[in-house]
């Protein structure tokens, strides 16, 4: 069996590299969204011209970045996603709600102080995580059956 996960989330921490490292025997497939922050930011206006509102300017960003973001998630096995210690992550929300609207399996992964805010999340999700190592040990559990050592 061959799974495609999509790594959503927080783009600060090297969360993504832990998962892809632990999980480097397994027969899987990543992506991810863009995760250069300033990229990601100004895509839009770097590719179709300047805007003089700040909304404009993200609102031209956030539509090219969800031609892949939409593609990831749609074509996905396995969706993780990241809510991180630090900033508001509603991207990381809208694309959990998306990929329980398609059914997909969805692993949250947060600290634990987050767990009263991110209640309706982790309610659509079939596992929550607090470290990517563990993660790794439910695509290790998913794919050969075998639990951690």
Request: glycine share 6%.
């Amino acid at each position: 069996m061959t799974l495609s996960v999509y790594l959503s989330g927080e783009i600060h921490t090297d969360w993504r590299e832990q998962i892809i490292e632990g999980a480097r025997d397994l027969n899987l497939r990543f992506d991810s969204p863009v995760t250069d922050h300033d990229a990601s930011d100004d895509c839009g206006v770097a590719i179709l011209g300047a805007e003089d509102s700040k909304f404009w300017h993200d609102h031209k960003g956030a539509k090219l970045n969800a031609i892949r973001t939409r593609k990831g998630i749609e074509e996905a096995d396995v969706i993780v996603v990241r809510f991180g210690e630090k900033y508001k992550q509603w991207n990381a929300a809208f694309d959990a709600g998306y990929a329980a609207a398609l059914g997909k399996s969805i692993i949250v992964l947060n600290p634990p102080e987050h767990q009263h805010a991110l209640k309706e999340v982790h309610a659509a999700a079939l596992a929550v995580a607090e470290e990517p190592r563990q993660v790794v040990e439910i695509l290790t559990y998913v794919l050969t059956g075998a639990l951690p050592e």
